[in-house]
Each structure stands twice: as structure tokens, then as C-alpha cells.
T-cell receptor, first 119, second 114 residues
Framework: GAVVSQHPSRVICKSGTSVKIECRSL??????MFWYRQFPKQSLMLMAT?????????EQGVEKDKFLINHASLTLSTLTVTSAHPEDSSFYIC???????????????FGPGTRLTVL | AQSVTQLGSHVSVSEGALVLLRCNYS??????LFWYVQYPNQGLQLLLK??????LVKGINGFEAEFKKSETSFHLTKPSAHMSDAAEYFC????????????FGKGTTLSVSS
């Protein structure tokens, strides 16, 4: 099956610093990647949709200047949390969309997530 | 617009018992439905998906789900629970439009006791 990796898996940073999280599709090309945020014991909330070579589309309420997304290649998307604050502490998960060859369905494969803790 | 409702935020079963996790959806277009499992501090793993090919879908780890249009349901079942099945389970819906993200339910925590 398709494999998606995230790096780092866990990061602790000081308030006011920026943190970059990488999401890679290892054995396939993904024209679309998604970034989700998950609070403890809650569901995944979509933050933004990232299309290769174009600007990301952010969900309502997500600050695009705070959560910078870059999708420079078909296998890599990055999320940068700028000027992080304790309330940004969360589990960030990316996914890559694969359109099946038959075109009848699409499936998202998820990365293992990145645990961000802002002190 | 699409949405997913998972009935029961927490389900507890004994090892060997039937597992039933409920999911109802709302969609204005033919839906594509998914079940994902999440183990602690890990990402989501696809269990199975409904793509309109067959209403009874078999997935990994002995799980299966049945799409019932008349009931707008896609409940997940497993005949006999194992301790290793304890995890968080998410039902999700997609419209399969280009670039459309998954809409997730709030999740159901499955506990399995010996």
C-alpha cells in the first residue's frame, strides 16, 4: 500500500519560534495533500488542502499566515507553524490523496502524525 | 454538504464478543465511505472503504462494513474482538470530487476486556 511519512514525529519548541513539519509520499506521487489537526480525544479537523505548484486552500478559521504550507513537489508538502504558542500544541497529521487508476474513487493515506508541544 | 455521525463515543466489549461500531452519513451526492483506525500516538490506518462496487465491504483485521442506503448507514462489525482491536475508530465520507477532503466523524473508542 501507499506509504506517507512525516518528520519529525515529535517536536518540542519554545514559544515564539517556528517549526517545520514535512510530509512525504514515499512510493507514489500525490498532487493533493491535506493537513489535519487533532486535539486530544477529538476527531481530525481539516486545516488546509495543498496542491502541488499552487497556493494552499485554507479552511475557515485557519490563519494562513500562521500555518504556512508549501507543496513544492509531487512527493513533499511542508507545514510551518510560525511564532508558535502553547495553544498551537497539537497532533498534526498529513494525508496524501491517491486517485485510483479506474478513477472511481480516491483514497487518502495518512502519515503517522507529528506531536507538537510548545512551551 | 456531507456529514458523518458516529453513535457512541465509547464502546466496550469482551474479548471474543461481536464488535459493532455505528456510523450514519448525510450526503447530497453518492457517498464514498471509509473506516479508519488510530492507535495511540499514531496516524490513521485505512480499514476499509465503500466505492459503490459492493454494499458489503471486507477490510483488514477481520472487519467488515455494510452500506445501507435506505438507512444512510455504514456500520463497522467484527465477529470476534481481540485485545489488539482496542483503538479509536473513525468513519469518514468523501464525495470523490477532485481535491475534496475527507469529512470525519468524532470517533469511537473501542475497549476490549479479557
Amino acid at each position: 500500500g501507499a506509504v506517507v511519512s512525516q518528520h519529525p514525529s515529535r517536536v518540542i519548541c519554545k514559544s515564539g519560534t517556528s517549526v517545520k513539519i514535512e510530509c512525504r509520499s514515499l512510493d507514489f506521487q500525490a498532487t493533493t495533500m491535506f493537513w489535519y489537526r487533532q486535539f486530544p480525544k477529538q476527531s481530525l479537523m481539516l486545516m488546509a488542502t495543498s496542491n502541488e505548484g499552487s497556493k494552499a486552500t485554507y479552511e475557515q478559521g485557519v490563519e494562513k499566515d500562521k500555518f504556512l504550507i508549501n507543496h513544492a513537489s509531487l512527493t513533499l508538502s511542508t507545514l510551518t507553524v510560525t511564532s508558535a504558542h502553547p495553544e498551537d500544541s497539537s497532533f498534526y497529521i498529513c494525508s496524501a490523496r491517491v486517485l485510483e487508476t479506474s478513477g472511481s474513487t480516491d483514497t487518502q493515506y495518512f502519515g503517522p502524525g507529528t506531536r507538537l508541544t510548545v512551551l | 454538504a456531507q456529514s458523518v455521525t458516529q453513535l457512541g463515543s465509547h464502546v466496550s466489549v469482551s474479548e471474543g464478543a461481536l464488535v459493532l461500531l455505528r456510523c450514519n452519513y448525510s450526503s447530497s451526492v453518492p457517498p464514498y465511505l471509509f473506516w479508519y483506525v488510530q492507535y495511540p500516538n499514531q496516524g490513521l490506518q485505512l480499514l476499509l472503504k465503500y466505492t459503490s462496487a459492493a454494499t458489503l465491504v471486507k477490510g483488514i483485521n477481520g472487519f467488515e462494513a455494510e452500506f445501507k442506503k435506505s438507512e444512510t448507514s455504514f456500520h463497522l462489525t467484527k465477529p470476534s474482538a481481540h485485545m489488539s482491536d482496542a483503538a479509536e475508530y473513525f468513519c469518514a465520507v468523501s464525495s470523490n470530487q477532485a481535491g475534496t477532503a475527507l469529512i470525519f466523524g468524532k470517533g469511537t473508542t473501542l475497549s476490549v476486556s479479557s
